[in-house]
């Protein structure tokens, strides 16, 4: 990712306009934890996670995580054709990024759901 140009002390936050478009969505976050804990999935697993996303959400979901380079898709020549989803660099350090947020909006009260379907990891 590129780092954000600082004047005098300041940071322009002009770009978080169009990361919160795309990374603020419910879907977009879960599917970045769910590739940061378990690697590379394909569509259907993805649409069969926790919270069951329709395919029309996820199509669009994870459209937009590739085109902002978070996520990247590779089409695998099995019989029929299959597509893998996978972090990239970048989405790996967003990921890892969002683990402190967690943690502390946790310390701060937040309290986890009963029978949480998906967790974070710290470590890689």
């Not at 300041?10 to 978080?16: A, S």
């Amino acid at each position: 990712m590129n780092k954000p140009a600082a004047t005098g002390g300041n940071i322009c936050l002009c770009p978080l306009f169009g990361l919160l478009d795309v990374v603020a969505k419910k879907w977009a976050f879960l599917i970045i934890a769910i590739l940061g804990n378990e690697g590379a999935k394909g569509f259907n697993e993805l649409k069969n996670e926790p919270g069951r996303i329709s395919p029309k959400t996820l199509s669009e979901t994870l459209k937009n995580l590739e085109r902002i380079g978070l996520v990247d898709r590779k089409i695998l020549t099995t019989s029929p054709p299959t597509t893998q989803y996978s972090l990239t660099g970048d989405g790996q350090e967003l990921r890892e990024h969002l683990i402190p947020l967690l943690l502390r909006v946790s310390e701060r009260g937040a309290q986890d759901l009963p029978g949480c379907p998906v967790r974070m990891r710290k470590e890689q």
